[in-house]
């Protein structure tokens, strides 16, 4: 365990659930309203508070009724509250969150009327106590004195810069850090169309600092210190759930593996599938609680195209067999009058002509689709079930 502290914005979400994102001047009915805490230090605060960290957040509150609700959710977050700068002026930051029920992307309109943390407020904070600090990067007003303090009172205990946004002046403040991880939006607003493209020309100034560059499905840059930049690919996720917060999983995966020792390659990947993980579910509670789609039903070298393998997955049975290069999964259940497809015997598999036979009333299926193409359920199909398969084979539901 090692403690944390993230230096960045807390506010709350307003989160609104439709059914599609509405067009301008359409009126819509959301499906689902919901108050969570927001923020990106804050939620990477409770991502690596539920990876076995003790975590503390250096923000500012208001001292309006909203704030009671943020302190309230910051205590049940097991993030400490002790480095919280009060102010009489302004409001609760808040973020009005759209989210969109078919693929599970998010628009945020964000509301700000509260100053950052000062410098003088910072300075006093015994930072030295900490194994590590995570800054996000805004509050480019007192960010560098913060910076370049920490570096004075700290020894080894690494720096993280997370830059979301292009800021006057991020770019000086980037040596500062061990670590520092950018957003697409970043990428893009100075002109890059990959990561790889932005990290190349940051390592021109930049030589001591691990930097990753994060891009949504198409996967996530990175280069060690005068390295090559290197590219992980995203996981496949099927359906996407909810996005948001994803960004800051992957940053609190991120430090948590680099905080255990593991080299940046594998500390990346490991992160990747964590904010893949996210992507699954709605929010970040109990994000490391293993559902049914974290058990993997089976491993690719188990499965052949001569015979199928039926597995179960809670009250599902499922039916796997290679085809070509690719795994073919079906529940178990013959359309025709919805009983096993190995209901009398095992299914016979033919693997020249590519299909599969019912045992009870002799139903051939293709492997390919899954489509009767002989007997009494002709033209109906067995129902297909999702699956991903990791880069070790393990194959996993895949929803």
């Not at 230096?7 to 009915?29: F, M, S, W």
């Amino acid at each position: 365990m090692a403690k944390i502290l993230g230096i960045g914005n807390a506010a709350l979400d307003i989160i609104l659930t439709v059914p599609h994102y509405p067009h301008e001047d359409e009126e819509i009915r959301a499906v689902k309203k919901s108050t969570a805490l927001g923020g990106n230090v804050n939620n990477s605060l409770y991502v690596l508070n539920q990876l076995g960290h003790n975590t503390a957040i250096c923000t500012t509150v208001a001292a309006d009724s909203e704030a009671k609700l943020l302190l309230a959710g910051l205590k049940e977050r097991n993030v400490s509250t002790a480095h919280i700068q009060k102010f009489i002026q302004g409001r609760t930051p808040s973020s009005f969150v759209t989210l969109n029920a078919e693929n599970g992307h998010r628009s945020i309109v964000h509301y700000r009327d509260l100053p950052e943390v000062t410098f003088d407020y910072f300075a006093k904070i015994e930072v030295e106590e900490y194994d590590w600090l995570h800054f996000e990067g805004r509050n480019l007003e007192n960010l560098p004195g913060m910076l370049n303090i920490a570096k004075t009172f700290l020894t080894n205990q690494p720096i993280s810069l997370e830059i979301e946004k292009p800021r006057d002046g991020i770019e000086a403040l980037i040596p500062l850090a061990n670590l520092v991880i950018f957003s697409h939006h970043y990428a893009q607003a100075k002109g890059f169309n990959d990561g790889h493209a932005l990290l190349s020309e940051i390592q021109k100034t930049t030589t001591h600092s691990n930097l990753v560059c994060t891009w949504g499905n198409q996967g996530v840059w990175y280069a060690s210190p005068n390295g090559e930049v290197l590219h992980t690919p995203a996981e496949a996720i099927h359906p996407v759930v909810d996005t948001l917060g994803a960004g800051d999983t992957f940053n609190a995966g991120l430090i948590h593996y680099l905080i255990g020792g593991h080299p940046l390659t594998e500390s990346v990947n490991r992160a990747n599938r964590l904010a893949a993980q996210k992507c699954r579910q709605y929010g970040l509670d109990k994000l490391l609680e293993v559902k049914e789609t974290d058990k993997p039903l089976a491993n690719i070298k188990q499965l052949s195209n001569a015979k199928t393998l039926i597995v179960n997955s809670g009250t599902r049975a499922v039916v796997l067999i290679k085809y070509e290069e690719s795994v073919k999964a079906y529940l178990n259940n013959c359309p025709h009058q919805n009983v096993p497809l190995n209901e009398a015997y095992k299914i016979d598999v033919n693997p020249f002509e590519k299909t599969m036979k019912c045992s009870v009333h002799d139903a051939f299926f293709n492997i390919e689709d899954g489509v009767c193409i002989e007997g009494p359920c002709w033209n109906e199909a067995l129902e297909t079930v999702d699956i991903r398969i990791d880069d070790k084979g393990d194959i996993f539901l895949g929803s």
